[in-house]
């Protein structure tokens, strides 16, 4: 009896070592990291009336760490975290700023100091596979998280007839809403399981920034424009990183 079991054991432990060996050949997971060039995308990057957020945002840069754990040769789940830091532009601020000086019927000259726009995101999501030779390509769409922080905008105008100087200052502010995302990869061997790694991504959601005020101040003349608003915030990340299979 001990012999005649000792044969379906061995056959068991065979045939699991076999698709084990299969599996870990044909799914494997791969973990990569990326950097590159940031664009906003949205309302934040292009101008438009009665929105002094509209064309805020500029270029600049992302970090982004990805984590692909395959399901089959062709599929897999894919999550990744990604922060972005983007330049600011004071010009939508400074027009604002001239509305508020035609009331006092003078011309400022506008010195500006303003901070960083800040955006981050958790996704996850199905990936799929094409695959070259040791070469991959990698398409993904995924939901998650996103956070982003506006920035502070502060701008002091000199008067060309004199006078006080007025300033006028934009508070920072955060907001988080659901995000979606969708991009691709191109990897590419370097040595055993070590690859180089191009790749693009398109991050965004309708995110509201609350109680913002914009706030002018000269002397006793005050003024303050609450905007309270929601509006597409997102960005394209191009870069390029490394990523080891295993």
Same mark, same amino acid.
């Given at each position: 009896?001990?012999?005649?079991?000792? #044969?379906?054991?061995?056959?068991? &432990?065979?045939?699991?070592?076999?698709?084990?060996?299969? #599996? !870990?050949?044909? /799914?494997?997971?791969?973990?990569?990291?990326?950097?590159? #060039?940031?664009?906003?995308? !949205?309302? &934040?990057?292009?101008?438009?009336?009665?929105?002094?957020?509209?064309?805020?945002?500029?270029?600049g840069y992302f970090g982004q760490a990805n984590f692909d754990f395959r399901l089959s040769r062709g599929f897999g789940l894919r999550a990744s975290g990604s922060m972005n830091l983007n330049t600011t532009i004071s010009q939508p601020i400074v027009d604002k700023a001239n509305d508020y000086a035609e009331v006092l019927n003078e /011309?400022?000259?506008? @010195?500006? %100091?303003?901070?960083?726009?800040? =955006?981050?995101?958790?996704?996850?999501?199905?990936?799929? #596979? &094409?695959?070259?030779?040791? *070469?991959? $390509?990698?398409?993904?769409?995924?939901? !998650? %998280?996103?956070?982003? @922080?506006?920035?502070?905008?502060?701008?002091?105008?000199?008067?060309?007839?004199?006078?006080?100087? $007025?300033?006028?200052?934009?508070?920072?502010?955060?907001?988080?809403?659901?995000?979606?995302?969708?991009?691709?990869?191109?990897? =590419?061997?370097?040595? !055993?399981?070590?690859?180089?790694? &191009?790749?693009? @991504?398109?991050?965004?959601?309708?995110?509201?920034?609350?109680?913002? /005020?914009?706030?002018?101040?000269?002397?006793?003349?005050? =003024?303050?424009?609450?905007?309270?608003? %929601?509006?597409?915030?997102?960005?394209?990340?191009?870069?390029?990183?490394?990523?080891? *299979? =295993?």
């Open positions: 009896m001990k012999i005649s079991l000792r #044969y379906p054991a061995l056959s068991i &432990l065979f045939f699991a070592l076999i698709c084990g060996r299969s #599996y !870990g050949q044909n /799914t494997r997971s791969f973990l990569s990291v990326t950097a590159g #060039y940031s664009l906003p995308v !949205g309302e &934040l990057a292009r101008e438009k009336l009665d929105d002094p957020f509209s064309g805020l945002a500029g270029s /011309t400022f000259l506008w @010195d500006a %100091k303003v901070s960083k726009w800040k =955006f981050n995101a958790l996704m996850i999501g199905p990936a799929f #596979y &094409l695959n070259m030779g040791r *070469a991959q $390509i990698e398409v993904h769409g995924q939901v !998650g %998280k996103i956070w982003a @922080d506006s920035p502070s905008v502060n701008l002091v105008g000199i008067s060309e007839a004199g006078g006080e100087p $007025i300033t006028v200052d934009l508070k920072p502010a955060s907001t988080s809403a659901l995000g979606l995302s969708g991009g691709a990869s191109l990897r =590419f061997p370097i040595v !055993g399981n070590l690859f180089f790694q &191009l790749s693009g @991504d398109v991050i965004g959601g309708q995110a509201e920034l609350k109680d913002v /005020t914009i706030r002018a101040v000269r002397g006793s003349f005050e =003024f303050a424009e609450p905007i309270s608003e %929601k509006r597409f915030v997102g960005v394209v990340n191009v870069g390029a990183g490394l990523g080891i *299979a =295993f």
